[in-house]
């Protein structure tokens, strides 16, 4: 009975991580204001007027860059508890660091060899 408890919390924070986002999307679908027009319902970008066909491609190069951006940005917040903490680690944490730091090297080499980052 005891486990049950302890997961009982679990379902609270489940159902409440449900609630938060999804209550605002509710509210805002039953009360928010509705004025379709002709104007709103233009394609626009950036505020601007299409002129012309608006199926554009782009190069896979920029989806190249911003993943890589974005896997390296953010495998940076990781590392900053771990520098933060460096002189409070043990030996397994600190090889944990630098394997984790060897892995971010590795694939970035990886990128470079397959000129994922250079534009052509």
Same mark, same amino acid.
């Given at each position: 009975?005891?486990? #049950?408890?302890?997961?009982?919390?679990?379902? $609270? +924070? $489940?159902?409440? !991580?449900? &609630?938060?986002? %999804?209550?605002?999307? =509710? =509210? %805002?679908?039953?009360?928010?204001? *509705? *004025?379709?027009? %002709?104007? *709103? /319902?233009?394609?626009?970008?950036?505020?601007?007027?299409?002129?012309?066909?608006?199926?554009?491609?782009?190069? $896979?190069?920029?989806?190249?860059?911003?993943?890589?951006?974005?896997?390296?940005?953010?495998?940076? &917040?990781?590392?900053?508890?771990? !520098? &933060?903490?460096?002189?409070? #680690?043990? +030996? +397994?944490?600190?090889? %944990?660091?630098?394997?984790? $730091?060897? /892995?971010?090297?590795?694939? #970035?080499?990886? !990128?470079?060899? *397959?000129? !994922?980052?250079?534009?052509?």
């Amino acid at each position: 009975m005891n486990v #049950l408890n302890e997961w009982a919390f679990v379902g $609270i +924070f $489940i159902a409440i !991580a449900w &609630v938060f986002p %999804a209550l605002p999307i =509710i =509210i %805002a679908r039953f009360f928010g204001p *509705k *004025k379709p027009n %002709a104007i *709103k /319902l233009m394609t626009y970008e950036s505020g601007v007027e299409t002129v012309g066909d608006t199926w554009v491609q782009f190069k $896979i190069q920029y989806y190249l860059y911003g993943l890589v951006f974005l896997i390296f940005d953010v495998e940076m &917040v990781f590392l900053f508890p771990w !520098a &933060v903490a460096y002189n409070e #680690l043990n +030996f +397994f944490a600190f090889g %944990a660091g630098l394997l984790f $730091i060897f /892995l971010l090297t590795d694939a #970035l080499i990886y !990128a470079w060899r *397959k000129n !994922a980052l250079e534009w052509s």
